[in-house]
């Protein structure tokens, strides 16, 4: 079985006692390649790094919602130049991670909006994909992305969102990233949703460390645990694990141009 974690974090510092350890067993299981995404400017450079030092490592780079409170006014410039800068390297796949989060009360949704838009600009400018963060937010994701039409699409991170949602999202060419979340028995909409999704529309992730699966609750996830979550969700969608690792691995890999 071939996997691609589409959405991992292997930079951060949950990985520093084991990273070279994880990414040999990840690759053993059949993990064939891993995008890491950059959150904030502080990261960029330690997520480029670690990808330099692994040829199936991808990097993706962004100002993340979530750190709006940490980015500068001219954060976007600076994103600007690295990507001009990288333009072309095989291992820079995506602008990301970007995205709006209305879970989160404190953060200003203008400025968020903003940020958003100015970074799905560059996504157009530089014809990449963009990794796209959506909490509470699809409806103003999917205007912006209806408005902005950026041609190469991308993926919908972590998506938890209604059949209808996804419809929206697939009609503007973007995937569907699945993981953890949905393997849990309490995502009972997810299930429902998860068994009409057309298998082109469906890539894989992780978000290690991040949202562990119900397989192995409480701990630090890793792309290690993709094979395990593939079986999960295939069972859901009444497939074999195999077909939904066949056309996920290959959903990703016509996205990033592999
Ligand atoms: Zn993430």
């Known amino acids: 079985?071939?996997?691609?974690?589409?959405?991992?974090h292997l930079d951060f510092p949950d990985f520093d006692a084991d990273r070279p350890a994880l990414l040999a067993e990840s690759r053993a299981v059949g993990v064939r390649q891993m995008v890491v995404l950059g959150v904030y400017r502080d990261n960029?450079?330690?997520?480029?790094?670690?990808?330099?030092?692994?040829?199936?490592?991808?990097?993706?780079l962004g100002l993340h919602p979530v750190y709006l409170d940490q980015h500068r006014p001219d954060d976007v410039a600076l994103l600007r130049e690295w990507l001009s800068r990288l333009a072309g390297h095989r291992q820079l796949c995506a602008v990301g991670e970007i995205g709006l989060d209305y879970y989160i009360p404190t953060l200003d949704r203008e400025r968020q909006?903003?940020?958003?838009?100015?970074?799905?600009q560059l996504?157009?400018?530089?014809?990449?994909?963009?990794?796209?963060?959506?909490?509470?937010?699809?409806?103003?994701v999917i205007s912006t992305l209806k408005r902005m039409a950026p041609k190469r699409a991308g993926i919908i991170h972590a998506f938890a969102g209604s059949f209808e949602e996804a419809r929206e999202y697939i009609k503007l060419?973007?995937?569907?990233?699945?993981?953890?979340?949905?393997?849990?028995p309490q995502a009972l909409r997810m299930h429902r949703v998860l068994a009409?999704?057309?298998?082109?529309?469906?890539?894989?992730e992780t978000d290690s460390p991040d949202m562990a699966p119900a397989m192995?609750?409480?701990?630090?996830?890793?792309?290690?645990?993709?094979?395990?979550?593939?079986?999960?969700?295939?069972?859901?969608?009444?497939?074999?694990?195999?077909?939904?690792?066949?056309?996920?691995?290959?959903?990703?890999?016509?996205?990033?141009?592999?």
């Open 216 to 258: 192995f609750p409480g701990q630090r996830n890793s792309p290690a645990h993709l094979p395990a979550i593939c079986e999960a969700l295939a069972g859901i969608m009444a497939i074999s694990a195999e077909q939904l690792a066949e056309a996920s691995t290959a959903n990703a890999r016509r996205l990033f141009n592999w």
């Open 113 to 120: 909006q903003a940020l958003f838009e100015a970074q799905l």
């Open 44 to 60: 960029w450079q330690r997520v480029w790094d670690l990808v330099q030092s692994d040829p199936d490592l991808h990097a993706a």
């Open 123 to 140: 996504a157009v400018e530089f014809e990449l994909p963009a990794l796209i963060h959506v909490r509470r937010s699809h409806a103003d």
């Open 1 to 8: 079985m071939e996997l691609i974690d589409t959405h991992t």
């Open 196 to 204: 009409k999704l057309p298998l082109d529309a469906v890539v894989l």
């Open 173 to 184: 060419g973007f995937k569907l990233g699945l993981g953890g979340a949905a393997t849990w």
